[in-house]
Each structure stands twice: as structure tokens, then as C-alpha cells.
T-cell receptor, first 111, second 115 residues
């Protein structure tokens, strides 16, 4: 079983649309990160959330950490073609030195 | 953040041979990791590269197949040994600057094709 369930796996939308990506688990995470990866490059850290209920904004991207620190969401407003890429959530659990990655969401934004 | 370089960026190798991938960081870091990724898919952790001791391998990965070196706090290598077409993948190294938030910074990856 996947410790971090990420959905949807694929998303194809038009420029200007809004979208939300979800990351869910039955485990509690001490911190959770979102990364974006473009073809031919490594993942790039977008944000880290650590407090239950926390909301962080990065321009048109809004990240939320669930109250119980078991889930997170990424909302993109008015998507642009430059938002195209693979979005990965990753969680850190107490007592573990490694991250648990979700399966990723491949986002394609068409003009 | 950290600036991480990997060499080679891509390679095409014959089955049965070995390839060593290098990862260089611009500053000293405690934690370095090696991942494998199929294009468009998520990351699978191969091992944690420990400085001064043997790497810590995840389930399904063994030292004979993926020997790792970590001679200092800025450099690591991953060797893919006795390659088969199933080893074709993208190999990424990452580093962690501090161990509280566990934020990782990734190299650009090495795209390996085994024929």
C-alpha cells in the first residue's frame, strides 16, 4: 500500500482553469513538502508545511496542511502553460530520516 | 538551497557493464540520497549515502548491485553494476541541508539507457 496517496495522477486542463491536487495518508507527518519537476530536471522544492491547518501561498499556488497533519492539498488558480510539470508531495515522519513520496500528479496546461 | 551537479547527464550502456554516476554539492551537507525514477513517475529511494560509513539501502536494493561511495561531505558516487535493460531509468541524487524540516534539493539527474 502507498503511504501517501496522491490524486489525480494525470490532469490536462486549459490555461486559465483552476485545479487542486490532493495528498492523503493515514500517517501523521512532522512536515510535508511539495515539489515540481520539469522534463530533464530534478524536482524543485516549492513549499514546506509543518503546522496542522497551515496555509501557504506562493503567487497563484495555495498549499494547505490538514489539521491532523495527515493530508495536504495544492490549489493552482488560473493555471498557465508554465505550470506544466510533475507535482510531487513528500512527507517526513517522526523517527525517520527519509522522505515518503506520493506517486505524483502529471499536470499539462494547454494554451 | 544547494547547487548540485551530476555527471554524466545521460549515457547509453551495454548490458553487463557498469556505470558510475557522480554527485557534487557546492557546500557541505549531512545527508545525501540516491533515487531512481521512471520518466513521469515518482521517486524510489535507493539508499542514503553516509559519510565515513556504509550506505543504508532500502528494501529491494543491495550493495553489490548499487555500490555507493561518500568520501566527504560534498561528494558521492552511485555505481550501477552488471546492468540490464531493467536498470534503464533516471538516477537522481539529493541533499538535505538540515534534518528538522527534511527539505531536499535535487541534482538534474542522470538518464541511463541500457541496451
Amino acid at each position: 500500500t502507498q503511504l501517501l496517496e496522491q490524486s489525480p495522477q494525470f490532469l490536462s486542463i486549459q490555461e486559465g482553469e483552476n485545479l487542486t491536487v490532493y495528498c492523503n495518508s493515514s500517517s501523521v507527518f512532522s512536515s510535508l513538502q511539495w515539489y515540481r519537476q520539469e522534463p530533464g530536471e530534478g524536482p524543485v522544492l516549492l513549499v514546506t508545511v509543518v503546522t496542522g491547518g497551515e496555509v501557504k501561498k506562493l503567487k497563484r499556488l495555495t498549499f494547505q496542511f490538514g489539521d491532523a497533519r495527515k493530508d495536504s492539498s495544492l490549489h493552482i488558480t488560473a493555471a498557465q502553460t508554465g505550470d506544466t510539470g510533475l507535482y510531487l508531495c513528500a512527507g517526513a515522519r517522526e523517527g525517520y530520516s527519509t522522505l515518503t513520496f506520493g506517486k505524483g500528479t502529471m499536470l499539462l496546461v494547454s494554451p | 538551497s544547494a547547487v548540485i551537479s551530476q555527471k554524466p547527464s545521460r549515457d547509453i550502456c551495454q548490458r553487463g557493464t557498469s556505470l558510475t554516476i557522480q554527485c557534487q554539492v557546492d557546500s557541505q551537507v549531512t545527508m545525501m540520497f540516491w533515487y531512481r525514477q521512471q520518466p513521469g513517475q515518482s521517486l524510489t529511494l535507493i539508499a542514503t549515502a553516509n559519510q565515513g560509513s556504509e550506505a543504508t539501502y532500502e528494501s529491494g536494493f543491495v550493495i553489490d548491485k548499487f555500490p555507493i561511495s561518500r568520501p566527504n561531505l560534498t561528494f558521492s558516487t552511485l555505481t550501477v553494476s552488471n546492468m540490464s535493460p531493467e536498470d534503464s531509468s533516471i538516477y537522481l541524487c539529493s541533499v538535505e541541508r538540515e534534518t528538522i524540516l527534511h527539505e531536499q534539493y535535487f541534482g538534474p539527474g542522470t538518464r541511463l539507457t541500457v541496451t
